[in-house]
């Protein structure tokens, strides 16, 4: 087997000076009839060419996303990775080192760690952020029980343009944490009273912007009428990119800043691994979940860094920590911060308003199509449009021409009367022919 | 000596003295600043064409205070990034016996899978039916965890071991909840030598923690176990083998015990790899365990994530399982996102752990790992592991101490401080020491049932040959540190890119990001 260095001669001398046998001496605490006598009915050994032909025909039946026009986002978009991303990332001192416990011998992943957390405290208009979470969906279950610990309340209040899979995580541990949690409707034009939902009983309020329908939210009042009743507001996005171009929810008051940060850097995967950023005021940092890495110097007075504030973390606190975090996406923390260094703020503001152009243009032509009502007022990159017909049946129907026209809001939200309503993502990457296709196919559907 | 273009072949002169530079590097080792103090908000690395006119939709919310991103060239940033790199310690580099974290080679097959557009470039929100080979994959992957662990569902979305834990903790509750129990089985016992993350995660979801002390052999008691364990136990988690590098010996017993007082058994299954196709925790009596694929199936552990935590589950929590999961139908594999839906299909989803479906990213490198050791190459590699960290132990026992003992180990070997007693020389001086000889320390500190802890998990992925020079090093350390040798240690590290870091200083005046330079103010008048 190409990656076991032992020899059969290997194994028995050092059987040999260990003092036993044979090697299921080794094994003797295994109670003897739970030791396994033979192989188990799985396939044997593979070459690495065997390997490749299998995976390679399971990958085949996938369509991608470079293949055709493609317009799914609804919080994980398809962006432009410069090739010198991911490069860098399969470096191996940075794809094989572990988390920086020995910061002497780690300062490489500890300074991208420490430009990360100023990339991210930068962008989002915060003081502090921490070394990232799973995604932006775990880390805003992990706000929302950092705002219950801050406020020693109980009660979130989710606006209903928040992305429903994030509520669910977020209901999910909450149900089990004995917190409690009010979801208000979908709210597909952001109409919603979210500020009627606040008294002195809630913890936090938990705002999307751009929400799950792509529409800006105005997060100030919302924020003035937490802070009225001694809430926090907890404000979260999905498209990093936005924040490029619209004002951040810092500026705009918000107490705990939570992401997805997949867009920049990160490849579509699926669904993961993403990489979940996450900001607040310096006054909350010990109550923060997460790794942080701080500044600090060596024996000689040269600056270095290390893992800090780790007297919140299970490693040290056991059941008294913030949060049972122990990995977070190093990686894609990695590709995150190499790609911002990259565009920078010049081209991130480019980015974002190629971005938001192309919406406009998209939005533009769909307005004028018959039967098509455009949604959003106000939009980033990704637009809401009311069809005529099944939103589910017209994306199979196109995505069998080869077209991926977004996703049908009754997969988010089944049983909520949004059966004909479409989110669409508009990114650099779309064109205007595959708008134009996006849009005839779509008139011919309906 | 000259060569024939008058091109010195052999050192000229005395090469003991060492010169200061003029620019503070020393050859590759490069002193690196931060992009914030290299690059410019004017600069950037990528070039994008200005968008067609158009009329912005962004209401009263465009953006007019500056971000303050610094910007590189595309050659900057690589030179940069490079530069960092060069100042890690990676599998790649050397011998990295990191107790508990199994650091085994990565194979760049693995890589190369991943990026598979068929697997990288898809939507986890596209039409099912375009991603029939991503479902497949993830039901393979499903399947060969399945049958390791003789368990009999998998939850996959887990985003990393401690997701897992808590992920197989929510199982445990919502199980408990069905039976009507929950405002008695409120307690999760957990011995003295796990992972501080199973603690913390039972506390995340208000159960109590109850501590079950390890006996004198560094295993955990069954009978202490019964005495703990009744009415208002939840579950009891346990990792094994445990974190001493001890296989519970008594495990079936332990299992019987919680299962007796109506508890379940989740087993932390950090150290799976040491018994994969030697013993399946299914035939232990779990009722969860997470696995780390970062750990047992060789997925990068990338400083530190992403990691990915699928948890098997038995036969009584399986209904459990979030969503989504994976179900067969006549059409293909349909992906179960919806709660309501999957009650349809007969199952009681306690709810979700993450947006989408997981880390398939992950999932694609572990399952390639899988394929090409097949069944009897993983059989293997868990007992290589064991093997070479018993090899360690043979020949270390007699310099350094052994707290449980010198008899059989896991995967792993566990020394204690008692050896460097009144030397002047503690477990964190002799993991800096190693640094210095170029290796990367082992787990220090843990388990914290044992003094000053040494952890030393060498994994299948090293040659004898490699053992051997690891042996030989750490002898001549421990003798040395013996010998009263104390400076060796006591300043390591010498050689590293820094210095030993001040850690009390950067707890006690965080500074968490980079601040512009304050311009220095004209001296009073």
Same mark, same amino acid.
């Given at each position: ?19 036993? #046998? ?10 003897? #009839? ?101 995604? &932006?969906?775990?880390?805003? &279950? ?17 606006? &209903? ?25 979908? #709210? ?83 669904? &993961? ?24 110097? #060596? ?148 | ?138 039901? *393979?992957?499903? @399947? ?19 997701? /897992? ?18 405002? *008695? ?15 913390? *995660? ?87 365990? @997470? ?15 992403? /990691? ?102 896991? @995967? ?71 010998? /009263?040798?104390?400076?060796?240690? *006591? ?35």
């Amino acid at each position: 087997m190409r990656y076991l260095p032992l020899s059969a001669d290997d194994r028995s001398d050092m059987l040999a000076r260990v003092g036993v #046998d044979h090697i299921d001496k080794l094994f003797a605490d295994i109670p003897h #009839d739970k030791l396994l006598d033979k192989v188990l009915p799985l396939p044997l050994s593979k070459s690495e060419l065997e390997v490749e032909r299998i995976l390679s025909k399971m990958a085949a039946r996938n369509k991608s996303a470079s293949s055709g026009p493609f317009f799914v986002g609804a919080g994980a978009y398809k962006h432009h990775v410069p090739a010198t991303v991911d490069h860098l990332i399969q470096r191996s001192e940075f794809l094989t080192s572990y988390t920086p416990y020995q910061p002497e011998i780690a300062q490489g992943t500890l300074q991208y760690l420490f430009e990360f957390q100023t990339q991210v405290a930068a962008l989002t208009g915060m003081d502090v952020a921490n070394a990232s979470m799973y995604d &932006g969906s775990t880390g805003t &279950g992990e706000a929302v029980l950092m705002a219950h610990r801050i406020t020693k309340r109980n009660k979130a209040v989710l606006s &209903g343009g928040l992305h429903p899979h994030y509520g669910d995580v977020v209901r999910t541990l909450s149900e089990m944490a004995n917190a409690e949690v009010v979801t208000l409707k979908p #709210d597909l034009r952001a109409k919603e009273d979210l500020i009627a939902a606040i008294d002195d009983t809630v913890s936090c309020v938990v705002v999307q912007s751009p929400d799950v329908f792509g529409t800006l939210h105005d997060l100030k009042p919302i924020a003035d009428a937490c802070h009225a009743k001694g809430a926090l507001l907890i404000a979260v996005f999905t498209e990093v990119v936005s924040l490029g171009l619209v004002a951040s929810p810092g500026e705009q008051g918000a107490d705990i800043v939570v992401g997805e940060g997949q867009s920049i850097g990160n490849a579509l995967n699926f669904g &993961g691994p993403y990489v979940g950023l996450f900001a607040t005021k310096t006054q909350y940092v010990r109550n923060m979940p997460g790794r942080l890495c701080g500044e600090t110097v #060596d024996a000689e007075g040269k600056r270095g860094f290390v893992l800090t504030l780790s007297t919140r973390e299970q490693h040290i606190r056991r059941e008294k920590a913030t949060s049972n975090i122990c990995t977070n996406s190093g990686l894609c923390t990695l590709a995150f911060t190499i790609h911002m260094s990259l565009l920078g703020e010049k081209g991130l503001r480019a980015l974002a308003e190629v971005n938001h152009a192309n919406a406009v243009m998209l939005a533009d032509k769909l307005a004028k199509l018959p039967h098509v009502e455009v949604i959003n007022e106000q939009f980033f990159n990704e637009i809401s449009i009311r069809l005529k017909g099944d939103a589910t049946k017209i994306v199979d129907r196109l995505a069998h021409h080869g077209i991926m026209a977004g996703v049908p809001a009754a997969r988010l939200f089944p049983d909520q009367g949004l059966d004909d309503v479409l989110i669409i993502a508009n990114t650099e990457v779309n064109t205007d022919e595959d708008r134009d296709a996006l849009v005839a196919a779509l008139k011919e559907a309906m | 000596m000259l060569n024939r273009q008058g091109r010195p072949t052999t050192p000229s002169h005395d090469t003991t003295v060492v010169h200061k530079t003029f620019t503070g590097n020393k050859a590759l080792q490069q002193i690196e600043p931060l992009i914030f103090e290299i690059g410019s908000t004017d600069q950037t690395g990528v070039d994008i064409d200005a968008p067609a006119p158009h009329h912005k939709k962004l209401g009263k919310f465009e953006r007019k205070s500056p971000i303050g991103l610094p910007g590189l060239s595309e050659p900057e940033t690589m030179r940069h990034y490079v530069r960092l790199s060069q100042k890690n310690y990676g599998i790649d580099t050397g011998l990295f016996p990191l107790g508990s974290c199994t650091m085994k080679h990565n194979p760049r097959l693995n890589e190369k899978m991943a990026r598979l557009p068929g697997f990288s470039d898809v939507h986890p929100l596209q039409p099912q039916a375009t991603v029939q080979g991503a479902l497949e994959l993830m039901d *393979t992957l499903a @399947h060969w965890l399945v049958t390791l662990t003789g368990m009999d569902a998998v939850a996959m979305s887990p985003k990393a071991g401690a997701h /897992g834990e808590l992920c197989g903790l929510m199982a445990i509750k919502a199980a408990i909840i069905a039976r009507g129990e929950e405002a *008695t089985r409120k307690v999760v016992l957990v011995p003295d030598s796990a992972h501080g993350t199973n603690p913390a *995660t039972a506390a995340l979801i208000h159960f109590e923690v109850r501590s079950v002390p390890v006996r004198e052999d560094g295993t955990v008691d069954p009978h202490v176990v019964a005495s703990l364990a009744g009415p208002d136990t939840a579950a009891i988690m346990l990792t094994n083998p445990n974190t001493c590098g001890l296989f519970e010996k008594d495990v079936v017993a332990i299992a019987e015990a919680i299962h007796k007082a109506g508890g379940y058994f989740y087993a932390d299954g950090a150290n799976f790899n040491a018994i994969v196709g030697k013993a399946r925790p299914g035939d232990l009596g779990v009722d969860a365990m @997470h696995i780390n694929l970062h750990k047992t199936f060789s997925t990068p552990h990338g400083g530190g994530g992403p /990691g990915s935590g699928p948890v098997v589950l038995s036969e009584r929590l399986a209904p459990f399982a979030p969503v989504p999961f994976i179900r067969k139908t006549d059409e293909g594999l349909q992906l179960v996102e919806d709660e309501a839906e999957a009650t349809n299909h007969g199952a009681h989803p306690f709810g979700r752990m993450t947006a989408f479906h997981g880390q398939m990213g992950m999932y694609v490198r572990a399952l390639s790992y899988m394929l090409s050791h097949g069944a009897d190459g993983m059989k293997q590699a868990s007992e290589d592991a064991v093997l070479n960290a018993n090899y360690v132990r043979a020949c270390l026992a007699d310099l350094m101490s052994l707290p449980f003992g010198n008899k059989p180990c896991m @995967h792993e070997v566990l020394f204690d401080d008692t050896w460097l007693k009144d030397t002047g020389v503690s477990t964190l001086d002799f993991a800096k020491a190693m640094i210095d000889e170029g290796y990367h320390p082992m787990t220090m500190y843990f388990p914290l049932v044992v003094h000053g802890a040494m952890l030393i998990e060498p994994t299948e992925s090293e040659s004898r040959a490699s053992l051997d020079l690891f042996i030989a090093t750490l002898r001549d350390l421990a003798i040395a540190a013996k010998r /009263g040798d104390t400076e060796r240690f *006591t300043g390591a590290p010498y050689h590293a890119p820094l210095r030993r870091l001040d850690e009390t200083r950067a707890a006690r005046s965080p500074v968490l990001k980079w601040t512009p330079p304050q311009p220095i103010l004209e001296a009073a008048e």
